[in-house]
T-cell receptor
Framework: SQKIEQNSEALNIQEGKTATLTCNYT??????LQWYRQDPGRGPVFLLL?????KEKRKERLKVTFDTTLKQSLFHITASQPADSATYLC?????????????FGKGITLSVRP | DTEVTQTPKHLVMGMTNKKSLKCEQH?????MYWYKQKAKKPPELMFV???????INESVPSRFSPECPNSSLLNLHLHALQPEDSALYLC????????????????FGPGTRLTVT
């Protein structure tokens, strides 16, 4: 069966450090992978999209890598700030057909200590 | 304007009530979605509309009835809900659906917090 795994539920780090969040998947042939941020009681906010033929994408302090051999994406936040505290969700779209719905992982809750 | 709006923000309804959730976007997006999210769980897809036609119904019970009156509006009609239907209901939109050649990032609204008593 298809699975998206974000293995830790929570990550606590000190302000200024780099946060690294992991997303693993099985039985997907993803056309692309997305990362979203969600604050409590709010809708997810799109952060970055990376395609299957891309290794890395950057946006300001954010960096995403995508390894289709390892079936893994890493999401990095450099120089983390308390305002980065939120739940981060990875999401996949399978490219096996027209039914290209987005499926979310459970998310990882990041807490950045001042 | 990259905003998706949803009304109401909060809704409390009894099991015999009929209510509607509303969603609106003015980004020219041709795909719109309804998701359900329970606490500490990821959003789960309910329905997808593409070019105002229902493309996906994820086996959602008939007590939830979606409607897409035009390309900017999406409604979710609720009738005879159960307490377990209490959740955050999220609307989202994207440029298109079903074509892997274009970006499919989704823009979410703030959600409607639904409580069924």
């Amino acid at each position: 069966s298809q699975k998206i795994e974000q293995n830790s539920e929570a990550l606590n780090i000190q302000e200024g450090k780099t946060a690294t969040l992991t997303c693993n998947y099985t039985n997907y042939s993803p056309a692309y992978l997305q990362w979203y941020r969600q604050d409590p009681g709010r809708g997810p906010v799109f952060l970055l999209l990376i395609r299957e033929n891309e290794k890395e994408k950057r946006k300001e302090r954010l960096k995403v890598t995508f390894d289709t051999t390892l079936k893994q994406s890493l999401f990095h936040i450099t120089a983390s700030q308390p305002a980065d505290s939120a739940t981060y969700l990875c999401a996949l779209t399978d490219n096996t057909g027209a039914n290209s719905k987005l499926t979310f992982g459970k998310g990882i809750t990041l807490s950045v200590r001042p | 304007d990259t905003e998706v709006t949803q009304t109401p923000k909060h809704l409390v309804m009894g099991m015999t009530n009929k209510k509607s959730l509303k969603c609106e976007q003015h980004m020219g997006h041709r795909a719109m979605y309804w998701y359900k999210q329970k606490a500490k769980k990821p959003p789960e897809l309910m329905f997808v509309y593409s070019y105002e036609k229902l493309s996906i119904n994820e086996s959602v019970p008939s007590r939830f009835s979606p409607e897409c009156p035009n390309s900017s509006l999406l409604n979710l009609h609720l009738h005879a809900l159960q307490p377990e239907d209490s959740a955050l209901y999220l609307c989202a939109s994207s440029q298109d659906y079903g074509r892997v050649s274009i970006n499919h990032e989704q823009y979410f609204g703030p959600g409607t917090r639904l409580t069924v008593t």
